[in-house]
């Protein structure tokens, strides 16, 4: 799967991004397909620059733009603001799933309960 990203460059504390075509597996910094922009957040002007026309041949073909590029092309009006958030996060994912469990237990427990109340009215008659 090809991805369009962002790539850190600059110095500490400095950074300067360009915004590069590569496959989704291959690290950060790695040598990519093409460079397609850039992306300056310290500068106070034309902080975001593409090639539109490259970027619409990538998207064309089926590369995946992450969000953060998707939402610097919204922002600078290159595109139109359909973007979807990213899936929740895995902690609450995590913490939906032990509440649900322990309401299920919750629920388990008074079922036994219950039942043993039963067990022991009959047993009394």
């Known amino acids: ?65 992450t969000y953060t590029v998707k939402s610097l092309m919204v922002i600078n009006g290159y595109l139109k603001a359909d973007i979807k958030k990213p899936t929740t996060k895995k902690s609450e994912v995590k913490k939906e799933k032990t509440e649900s469990k322990k309401e299920e237990e919750k629920e388990a427990v008074e079922v036994k309960a219950g039942s043993k109340k039963e067990e022991k009215s009959k047993s009394d008659k």
């Open 1 to 65: 799967m090809v991805k369009i990203r962002l790539a850190r460059f600059g110095k500490k504390k400095q950074p300067t991004y360009k915004v590069v075509v590569t496959n989704a597996r291959t690290k950060r910094n790695t040598l990519a397909l093409e460079y397609l922009g850039s992306y300056d957040p310290f500068a106070k002007k034309d902080k975001f620059k593409i090639d539109q026309d490259r970027y619409k041949y990538w998207i064309d073909n089926g590369a995946q733009p």
